[in-house]
């Protein structure tokens, strides 16, 4: 056995110590450059192509036990959705899973072109599997690496005229050309459906969708838009406007990225004041809210070079996973009141709209604005100087009231033959009892007396809106097949949304029940007009307000046909479906019943 003398000992250890320090360097940096993403092969100009990103999983998914890639569903495009999951435990039962620990949901891609949280999420999984990343131990990632398929696979560099990068990037439609992040109420995609079988699968937590946007010139790479948090509501709401916004705020300036609300704005600089965007249930924060999941869409800003806006995602989402790591208890426990808050909910608050009166301060960083002359219209134009950046104090609307409120039902009856409503129901898993027999029930049911519909197709719909409806108490036949749903269930708010007319997402608005807005019967006029005017002889109400309409309504009196339709839909003839909502109310019992 040799024997080393102590004076060359100490030239050896510290030899050994800086080869150890060395190989463990070289490890990681070998490591880094196996899985290197597109993008940086790229030397960060360009965003991985949806064959090259889900081959990158898939190869992540072989070499490390903590990560899991599985085919869930289909798209449009004929090609199925990816799950990916990080979970340092190799534990990919989600339902085991959340009995400990918290679940983030990263969906990435829904409008392709908006690439960075693609590029920025595979280097993420890279870096928590190669444990560049400490792993978490109270959270579990999961993540659609490109939701919108198709459009991914449309590839262009044109389309994004005012994006700074990357090189190339996919389409804003899918397939069929749907924008998804209106899809999540009316589900016209395959992609849309397999969402919810995804979305009900994971139950997360906390929901990120990482975007890219623009409406004026600031200096921020990163803004959030999170879930309106006076509709998200109680001690839940509080939490995401008080704590969860704000320490995600702090996370990122600590990590030298400012981070300001989104700016929703339009063709006028921020500084003036502007307000939260409001997120209604068909956008995917507006939809994830309705199971009280906390939700954020990330907006890099499209102007800033896209190695910034990749980056900045990416601190983002790890800022986003140390919060949760520190508050998953808190996080679950909220969600859980906020649940039972829900079931013990007497009323219901629609059509949110900004409180003006009220407003919160922002420190805002933007840049100088000018309006010149446009040399093509002749007109104003606006544009920022970049030369000329400031600091202002600016309003930010973020205070919402609500317009309309309804009483919460015990139940909602649906009749079998509306099968696009119960497949919706289906993908939701809303709970639901089937009658067994032909039964006579009293409910609540709506007339609907008046509605706007836009003039252009919006996402392959002329969208209704500002329903008004009447409510009588009546005993309604039906059959067996047909649908009661309790309200009582996890889907509560999701049933009051899409069910009541007048929510901005219902599926009165989406168009799923026009057909009752159409009569199906009519009437000669030279057989009604002996029929008119024998009930005008005998009803002195119905002739008075005839002749008051007459008289008061100058177009009215000068349409002999308007006027003899008007007193046919006062007669019995007038057929019981036309304007009858078919959505019935069983009203809840009041304590004394």
């Known amino acids: ?32 450059t196996s899985y290197q993403t597109y993008y940086e092969a790229s030397n960060k100009k360009e965003t991985a192509t949806y064959q090259d990103v889900i081959a990158f999983y898939k190869k992540l998914a072989h070499d490390f036990p903590e990560v899991n890639i599985q085919t869930i569903g289909e798209t449009d495009s004929g090609l199925p959705l990816h799950l990916v999951t990080f979970n340092p435990d190799g534990d990919f039962n989600l339902d085991h899973v959340r009995k400990a620990k918290a679940i983030i949901l990263i969906n990435n891609g829904i409008h392709p072109g908006e690439s960075d949280g693609i590029d920025a999420t595979m280097m993420l999984y890279r870096d928590l599997a190669t444990r560049i990343l400490k792993h978490p131990k109270n959270t579990v990632l999961v993540t659609i690496p490109v939701y919108n398929v198709g459009g991914a696979l449309n590839r262009n560099s044109t389309t994004r005229v005012n994006q700074n990068g990357p090189l ?64 998200m509501g109680g001690k839940l709401g509080h939490y995401l406007n008080q704590q969860f916004r704000p320490n995600l705020e702090k996370s990122l300036m600590d990590r030298g990225w400012d981070i300001t609300p989104y700016v929703n704005v339009f063709n006028r600089p921020p500084e003036y004041g502007f307000s939260q965007f409001l997120d209604h249930p068909r956008y995917s924060t507006g939809y994830t809210t309705l199971w009280n999941t906390l939700g954020l869409m990330v907006e890099t800003h499209m102007l800033k070079p896209y190695k910034q806006r990749v980056e900045g995602t990416y601190q983002l989402m790890l800022g986003l996973i140390d919060i949760v790591e520190q508050d998953h208890e808190n996080i679950r426990k909220l969600r859980q009141e906020a649940l039972e808050e829900s079931l013990g909910m007497s009323q219901y608050h629609f059509n949110w709209q900004v409180d003006s009166t009220r407003t919160t301060t922002l420190t805002f960083k933007g840049y100088e604005a000018e309006q ?30 609500p317009m309309d409120t309804i009483s919460v039902p015990e139940a909602y009856v649906v009749g079998k033959e509306w099968h696009k409503i119960v497949e919706r129901l289906d993908a939701n898993q809303i709970d639901y009892v ?21 003039k252009m197709p919006y996402e392959g719909h002329y969208l209704h809106y500002d329903a008004q409806v009447e409510k009588e108490v009546k005993n309604v036949s039906f059959r067996a097949g ?11 708010r999701y049933l009051l949304e899409t069910l009541e007319p007048q929510g901005a997402d219902s599926f009165f608005n989406w168009n799923f029940f026009d057909t009752v807005l159409q009569r199906k019967e009519s009437f000669s006029p030279y057989v009604f007009e002996d029929i008119a005017l024998k009930m005008l002889q005998s009803d002195s109400v119905l002739r008075n307000t005839f002749l008051r309409k007459k008289e008061k309504d100058f ?39």
């Open 1 to 32: 056995m040799p024997c080393y003398q102590p004076t060359i000992l100490k030239h050896i250890v510290p030899l050994l110590v800086l080869l150890l320090m060395l190989s463990c360097e070289t490890t990681t940096q070998d490591e880094t």
């Open 168 to 231: 190339e990037y996919g389409f804003r439609g899918n397939a069929q050309n749907y924008d998804l992040n209106r899809d999540f109420i009316k589900l016209d995609s395959k992609n849309a459906k397999t969402f919810t079988q995804i979305f009900h699968s994971a139950k997360p937590d906390v929901f990120v969708e990482n975007h890219v946007s623009n409406g004026a010139d600031y200096q921020y790479t990163l803004t959030h838009l999170f879930t309106q948090h006076n509709k």
């Open 372 to 401: 010149l002359e446009s040399p093509i219209t002749g007109w104003p134009r606006l544009r920022y100087d970049q030369s000329k950046p400031f600091t202002k104090e600016t309003d930010y609307y973020n205070i919402f009231v």
């Open 434 to 454: 089937v009658l067994d027999k032909d039964s006579m029930l009293t409910v609540e049911a709506y007339t609907i007396l008046d509605f706007e519909t836009r």
């Open 482 to 492: 047909d649908l009661i749903i309790p309200t009582q269930q996890p889907g509560i």
């Open 555 to 593: 177009a009215f009196s000068e349409n002999w046909y308007a006027q003899l339709d008007w007193i046919y839909e006062q007669s019995k003839y007038l057929e019981d479906a036309y304007r009858s909502y078919p959505v019935y109310r069983i009203a809840k019992k009041s304590s004394g019943e």
